[in-house]
């Protein structure tokens, strides 16, 4: 192993470059008031085509993308690309949605997707239903981004044997973010995604065309993959996906698109946006991210050919399979540009961590403090108590790193998605009907949650010796069907969820239970910039968000 001096100095130089950038970002397009949220979270819901372009791809294109893709393709081979088909999908069924979701908000001054469920049903419990689902649904992710950089730190030989050695290089980092997201709010992200984005796609680019040189080219790189997996003794995918696990790719690919937009940081990104022309520019072009993504993915079977040994896991005889990315680039570039690569990663993971925990922050300030704690809050209270909330995120999803092995936070994960995606009937299909029972809605997240949780509960993995919430591919044989074919728990969840409020809202008003006042008019859904109905930030203050606009 050579020596990692050269690649900790390069590392650690852009990792303090993009921090004094994150600082430097809250004079950034000169806010008027980051003692308010529309400024503080939201940037002040003026970033333009470029800015969100990279905003929003550096918010779903993750460290853990970066690492953890290519290691389940090293892993597990073709379904590991479930990853490419799903972010080309979700691109078109979002489109719409984004926009009107956009629109509505713009006009109301929602900050959160409870928000919008709040005046769209009538229903504080529901929104705030939303509020905690989407809170529970971000925190993993948010620990799983450390995975990723606790990755490179590993690579280079950065963390020692015992606990605090271990986790004490991302304990700083994350306290650094923490930092400048408190002081910055969405502009350090925003900000530092053009250096995330750009350090990504160079090395890509490189790796794709040096690497597959060095290897012997694209053929010998396709059969060392598919002799390594025609050699395991485990029955699973090769370099072609096996017929049993067919459904688990579809369903699962489906879902994860479903969920993608659902999560309270992917609509942050959104709504900091300045008019609907910049979402509907962005949904056109951020599939070319996919093609990046399809790049990313072939690393694994590149670690395949290189000879890549995954380095020692937390557990005895186990391995670390995320540090295979790192240990491809460690072996196979000179050490200033596999620091590069690493800070892209590292960088990689900064970015989305600071999105996510502004948008849970965003979610506990507006509808459990706002709504529940103190209803009179100022815009500068709501702000402090979001930059407040932001640190207490960030410190939970460090204890899921430092307390908790990092394969059950990846499980999390998997679980994450079946969990937001039970937002899907309110928030999603809420921006286009009203049909649903407020009370119906409430029953079909119940229901759908319920159900989720006890499939994901039955899921056990042999390999690892995990007998509970070990992935998130249900066997059909324990609905009877004789077949050793799998779903993804997502898909199975929310539509029971959508039965059950479909058949309730029926039930219900048939009885004609009352069923709240929506606070939203048709013509909210085409708001644009300049719209005379829409107020600045400030302005808006007098009828706060959380009271209905007529």
């Not at 992917?266 to 008019?275: C, K, P």
């Not at 239970?513 to 005379?532: I, L, N």
Request: aromatic share 12%.
């Amino acid at each position: 192993m050579r020596d990692h001096l050269t690649e900790i100095i390069v590392f650690t130089f852009l990792f303090l470059l993009v921090s004094a950038m994150g600082f430097v970002a809250a004079r950034w397009r000169a806010p008027r008031d980051m003692a308010h949220l529309d400024e503080w979270g939201l940037g002040g819901r003026n970033f333009g085509g470029w800015i969100t372009w990279f905003l929003v791809g550096g918010d779903l294109y993750t460290a853990y993308t970066f690492v953890a893709v290519p290691a389940l393709i090293f892993g597990a081979g073709a379904a590991g690309f479930f990853a490419v088909p799903y972010t080309i999908v979700i691109y078109p069924l979002v489109f719409l949605v984004l926009c009107r979701l956009w629109s509505v908000s713009h006009r109301h001054g929602f900050v959160t997707p409870a928000d919008f469920v709040r005046n769209r049903f009538d229903s504080p419990i529901l929104a705030l239903l939303i509020a905690i689902t989407g809170i529970v649904a971000t925190m993993p992710y948010i620990a799983l981004q450390l995975v990723g950089i606790e990755a490179v730190l590993k690579t280079m030989g950065v963390t020692g044997d015992n606990a605090l050695a271990r986790h004490l290089p991302i304990i700083i980092a994350f306290a650094i973010l923490a930092a400048y997201t408190y002081q910055s709010g969405l502009r350090a992200p925003a900000l530092i995604a053009f250096v995330k984005d750009s350090l990504i796609y160079i090395v890509i680019l490189v790796a794709i065309i040096y690497l597959p040189y060095k290897l012997g080219g694209w053929g010998d790189i396709f059969n060392a993959a598919d002799a390594k997996f025609k050699a395991s003794p485990a029955p699973g995918d090769g370099i072609l996906l096996n017929a049993n696990n067919q459904l688990q790719y579809v369903t699962l690919a489906l879902g994860s698109a479903l969920a993608l937009f659902l999560y309270p940081h992917s609509i942050t990104g959104v709504l900091a946006s300045r008019n609907r022309d910049v979402i509907k520019r962005n949904m056109s072009a951020l599939p070319a991210y996919s093609l990046l993504l399809g790049l990313i993915a072939l690393l694994g079977y590149m670690a395949i050919a290189a000879g890549v040994k995954p380095l020692p896991g937390a557990k005895a005889g186990s391995v670390d399979s995320n540090t295979v990315v790192p240990l491809l680039f460690d072996q196979q570039f000179p050490g200033w540009f596999a620091g590069v690569a690493y800070a892209a990663i590292g960088i990689g993971a900064l970015v989305p961590a600071a999105i996510m925990s502004i948008a849970a922050a965003n979610l506990f300030t507006r509808n459990i403090y706002k709504e529940y704690l103190k209803r009179d809050a100022t815009p500068a209270q709501e702000a402090q108590v979001s930059k407040v909330t932001s640190l207490l995120v960030k410190v939970g999803a460090l204890a899921f790193i430092i307390f908790l092995d990092p394969q059950f936070s990846i499980d999390l994960q998997l679980i994450g998605g079946v969990i937001i995606l039970q937002t899907l009937p309110a928030v999603a299909l809420g921006l286009y009907t009203r049909w649903f029972h407020r009370g119906a809605l409430i029953a079909g997240w119940v229901a759908g949650m319920g159900l989720g949780m006890w499939m994901l509960y039955q899921v056990a993995n042999p390999t690892t010796g995990k007998k509970h919430f070990a992935g998130s591919a249900f066997p059909l044989s324990e609905f009877g069907f004789d077949t050793k074919k799998t779903i993804y728990v997502g898909i199975v969840a929310v539509l029971v969820n959508l039965v059950v409020a479909a058949l309730l809202t029926l039930v219900l008003r048939a009885a004609k239970v009352t069923d709240g006042v929506d606070h939203t008019t048709p013509d909210d859904y085409f708001a644009d910039e300049g719209d005379p109905r829409v107020t600045s930030g400030t302005e808006r203050d007098a009828d706060s968000a959380r009271e209905p606009v007529a």
